[in-house]
């Protein structure tokens, strides 16, 4: 019987000191929030925790009121002044991100724009011959000498590299209008255009002159764009991105928050200004001067719009 009492005694020896043991160590949740005690903090969280070490922590960055916390240490059997939460004493305390409940997400739209330079390495040109007669195969005649003497001399202006294509035929009646009478016709007129694009941009003045002395009579218009324009389109797209973000960023930063992230990008695409447009008679009636073409530069403009989330305190 005395050694039933015995080991019955140190059973309940140890099962008391596993209990406590196992009751002692806790991890709570919560919010830190100051309390009525003297220089005192809770962790608000299920339940209120009053930390008894809190000048252990006051001197980490994240130490501040309204800041959520996830703490591991003990319970304590004291008394305080308020009683307010249970005593705990912290070995470690650690700030924990915010759940739903202790944050507020707000979505912005905001637009970004970005002009991008670049210089044109290819010119565009579009060239034609009108020759107008009282017959149809008159003017089809006139027109094919001149044409074929056009061709000739934009192909030597031009030089390897460069392409001259057909872009166009027509054939259209003149017609005469007079109140009260049908339309007659009085003539024809037959336009041939040819599109000239060549690289190399110092020709652009000569081509023309070439065009003029041959024999054609209507230049509708000279573009200047880049072969191979992804590396600008790219740059500018970049850049407008990059300042919606950044107005993003700001806005959250005076909401006292931060952007937790991007919810739609659109591209609303780029824009290239117009070119300037040569007409027959800028060129025609400079016998000796050769015709100026100013190239200038390429501006290449993004715009994007940009839907974040901003994610502020309660």
């Known amino acids: 019987m005395k050694r039933l009492l015995t080991i019955f005694g140190l059973m309940t020896i140890i099962l008391a000191a596993s ?5 002692a160590e806790v991890t709570v949740a919560g919010k830190l929030q100051k309390t009525v005690e003297p220089g005192g903090w809770v962790i608000d969280g ?7 070490n809190a000048r252990k922590f006051q001197n980490e960055s994240w130490f501040k009121e309204g800041a959520n916390v996830e703490a591991v240490g003990e319970t304590k059997d004291v008394m305080t002044t308020y009683m307010e939460g249970t005593p705990f004493e912290a070995r470690t305390v650690r700030v924990v ?37 009282k ?13 074929e003497a056009v061709v000739r001399a934009l192909k030597a202006a031009v030089g390897s590299g460069a392409e001259v ?61 880049l072969r191979q324009d992804r590396p600008a389109k790219d740059s500018a797209l970049k850049e ?21 992230r991007i919810v739609e990008v659109q591209e609303e695409g780029f824009q290239r200004p117009p070119q300037p447009v040569y007409q027959v008679d ?16 390429l501006e290449i403009s993004s715009r994007v719009q940009l839907t974040a989330e901003i994610e502020t305190n309660l």
Not at 46 to 52: A, V
Not at 135 to 147: D, H, T, V
Not at 240 to 260: C, D, F, H, M, P
Request: net charge positive; charged share 20%.
């Open 46 to 52: 299920k339940s209120k925790y009053l930390l008894l």
């Open 165 to 225: 294509k057909t872009s166009g035929y027509s054939l259209q009646p003149q017609r005469v209008y007079k109140e009260g009478q049908p339309p007659s016709i009085n003539g024809y007129e037959a336009r041939n255009s040819v599109t000239v694009t060549l690289s190399d941009l110092s020709k652009v003045g000569a081509v023309i002159d070439a065009a003029g002395q041959a024999g054609a009579n209507d230049v509708s218009g000279i573009s200047f764009t």
């Open 135 to 147: 017959q149809a195969l008159e003017a089809q005649q006139q027109n094919a000498i001149k044409s």
């Open 19 to 23: 209990t406590a043991a196992f009751a």
């Open 240 to 260: 407008a991105t990059r300042e919606a973000v950044s107005k993003a960023q700001v806005i959250a930063q005076a909401l006292g928050g931060r952007v937790s």
């Open 282 to 297: 800028t060129f025609m009636k400079r016998d000796s001067a050769s015709t100026p073409v100013e190239v200038g530069s």
């Open 97 to 133: 991100e915010q759940t739903a409940e202790t944050r507020r997400v707000t979505r912005v739209m905001v637009s970004g724009d970005s002009i991008v330079q670049a210089q044109p390495d290819t010119a565009i040109l579009n060239i034609s011959v009108v020759t107008q007669a």
